[in-house]
Nanobody, 122 residues
Framework: QVQLAESGGGSVQAGGSLRLSCVASGFSSHAYCMGWFRQAPGKEREGVTTFDTDGTTSYSDSVKGRFTISRDVAKRTLSLQMDNLKPEDTAMYYC????????????????RGQGTRVTVSS
């Protein structure tokens, strides 16, 4: 059974930091691009960052320089360090896996977690 279990969400003030974690199980995660997307209430989903199988990382312009993605292939974990958080970062954050990173950027991947909520107050 495919599972992606996120943790680490919460509420912080603007300028604060949070670290999200995701543990993958039930599939060969080492062969998949993994990443995070988010969806704020009433808004479309937005790709945040991806970590490809060759080690390539990508970030949306809105989080570049503030968020850092990391991956431990052996432990099947994916992490997202979020610094200098802004109110516009408030959203449900989803861990996802796909054969192509473009799926995480543009679609709702079939392999995704339940989401963890991040709230940033001004």
């Amino acid at each position: 059974q495919v599972q992606l279990a996120e943790s680490g969400g919460g509420s912080v003030q603007a300028g604060g930091s949070l670290r999200l974690s995701c543990v993958a199980s039930g599939f060969s995660s080492h062969a998949y691009c993994m990443g995070w997307f988010r969806q704020a209430p009433g808004k479309e989903r937005e790709g945040v960052t991806t970590f490809d199988t060759d080690g390539t990382t990508s970030y949306s312009d809105s989080v570049k320089g503030r968020f850092t993605i990391s991956r431990d292939v052996a432990k099947r974990t994916l992490s997202l360090q979020m610094d200098n958080l802004k109110p516009e970062d408030t959203a449900m954050y989803y861990c996802a896996a796909a054969k192509a990173c473009s799926t995480i950027w543009n679609e709702f991947p079939n392999y995704r977690g339940q989401g963890t909520r991040v709230t940033v107050s001004s």
